[in-house]
């Protein structure tokens, strides 16, 4: 025991120290700090004004109540350029000049045909914008709307006063208890629940792969053989791999909640005036529940991973060997990804419940479903219970082909002769 | 006699996949000695010391170390191991390094932080100790392989071609602590393919082919039941006075005549001492009389045969 101790300390101690882990345990808040600042940023920057004309050819100036909706405090500010259909084209021609010099970001060509049948056109720069885009069709439609009703003897204040937008307020209820948090932001926490996992099982467990790999590449596994038995050794460095991915997220999670808290202080220092209101929804609502499926399904998933990438580790005799090798474990990990989105739409699904069940992508399945939805007790349970009698199956095989194959050199074992390491007393 | 034994394989025989890579093979290493594991490659020498070292399980016969049934593992902390394809962690600091490899040996960490640094000091990696075993040139990681192979002071030494690759400096600064160790009692067990060095390190040998023993013993009676049979002789009054003896069948099978000296070679059995006995019997004044030792070298490839004594480049540890 004391000696598996001992190699879960040097393992621990040699990565935390590694340029790797410093560079990316500072890069994670960083990233987080991006994704609350970004955005916002991006907001921000969208609020400086674009100019457009509005080049009206219509004979009911219609023109000038699109440049009277568009008025006020939107990002598009609108003047109107009063012509007629025959100079529509020259006028268009001058106008592009304009846009070319940056005087102007586009203009809007309206006819009698836009009340007719709807067709208008828009030429600018900033047509890749979909929210540029987005709210002058949704001008134009509502004053089209106005047009037609007024043609038929509606008055303007009633199509004002009949227009509501509607707003659908969405909140999850768990366990027959409504929560604070709304759908959306169930359907963020799933969403993070599945990358935080999907990335910490994967890197920490390619890391045992390395760490394996690079004993045996140094032959320093010779030495270490002669005082420890295997099992110690692998034990200690999935162990140790393990604490170092735990260490790490840690501080992620603490750092992000951190960030969370103090984004208002955040942006003041990008010098983002908020002025309190905050954009980009609410903090998903993590209880300790979540938080508890989570690390049970982290940690043996991280167990079942590693495992079998130690045990891929010690059958390659280098670096590159070991990455070709470990594709079909890869593989494994990959499948509940692709469905990630179906899991997500349907999380009491056939599928979301098969693949929270199958031992090997259970690990992210589960918990991404416990976050999207109430998942039945039993289910977990027995999740659990089958990821756990898998687990135990894997390392045994695991740390049998391990022995055998740290001490191997030459060529790769084919399945027979991996048969017969397993068999081997 | 048998509680002394720090080495007692009885029989011993392991297979791989194809073939025998040591077969019925019984070895004894009493306290004390500097045992040679003599063999080419491909003899089955490293096979060997990987089941003394519980590494591999033998598939037949016994293995005791200490007099014990414990294995190799079980007894890390008695025992100094240096494989023969050894390596280091590239990025570990050599102190770090040599104080957990000592760890895994269950030497407390206070005390293998002191002896690391000692032994660091005396090896002249003063300097190094904070370094990164990369950065370290080839010659200085043989010595922290070393290090970490005598760091705990055990009490038997098992080295697996423990000079191959060294430069002579290096080899022999290792030769030095190998026999200072040897010297305070520390038994040692070494593997070698040159016969050079067993035969200036080992009190006792024991040469292997094709994973079987050709023979064992201590290395003055290998030498003496082996060799010793070329006497070079030279009397007052030249080669004449040589001559009744020379010509004694019994003893002298074969004699280089010159004008001072003569080349003997006994007769299959014969004693040299015999031959002394029978120069000083006829009153002849003996100016010289040397017994030409056989070297280890020249009983191996006699043994063994000169094909299988050259070493050849191209075979493969994993065959060891």
Sequence with gaps: MHKIWV????????????????ISTVLGPLLMASFIVVPILMAERGASERKILVVDASTDGFGAGVVQALRGPGPIQAELVATSVGRIESVADSLNALVGGKALDGYLLVTDATVADGTVEYRGKNVSSMTDMEILRSVISRELLTARLGRAGVARSIVAESQIPVRLRTVSIRGGKVTDSSGASAFMLAYAVWLVLYMAILLYGVQVLGAVVEEKTSRVIEILVS??????????KVLGVGAVGLFQ??????????????RDLLLRIVGVQTGGVMGGGAFPEVSLGTIAIILTYFLLGYFLYASMFAAVAAMSNSEAEARQAQIPVMMLLVIPTILMIGILQQPDG???VALSMIPFTAPIAMPVRWAAATVPPGEIAGSIALLLGTLMLIVWVAARIYRVGILMYGKRPSPRELLRWIRAS | MQDDLVIDLQHVTKRFAGHTAVRDLSLMVPRGSVYGLLGPNGAGKTTTIRMVMNIIAPDEGTIRLFARDATGRDLSHRIGYLPEERGLYKKM????????????????????????????????LTDWALKKVNDLSKGMQQKVQFIATVLHEPELLILDEPFSGFDPVNTQIMKDVVVRLARLGTTVLFSTHIMEQAEKLCDSVCIIAKGEKVLDGRLSEVKRQYGGRNVVVSVDGGIEALHAILEDRALVAKADRYPQYAEVELTAGADPQALLESMIRQRLQVRRFEVGEASLNKIFVDLVGKEAATPRAEEEHRHA
């Design chain 1, 227 to 236: 005082s420890l038995r295997p099992v110690q050794l692998l034990a200690g």
């Design chain 1, 249 to 262: 997220i840690s501080i992620w999670a603490a750092s992000a909640w951190v960030l969370f808290r103090q």
């Design chain 1, 350 to 352: 056939g599928m979301a």
């Design chain 1, 7 to 22: 190699v879960v300390r040097r393992e621990f101690l040699e990565k935390v120290r590694t340029k790797w882990f410093v």
């Design chain 2, 93 to 124: 600091r050599v102190l770090d390094l040599l104080v957990f490899l000592a760890e895994t040996k269950g030497v407390e960490r206070k005390t293998a932080k002191r002896q690391a640094q000692d032994w660091i000091d005396q090896l002249g």
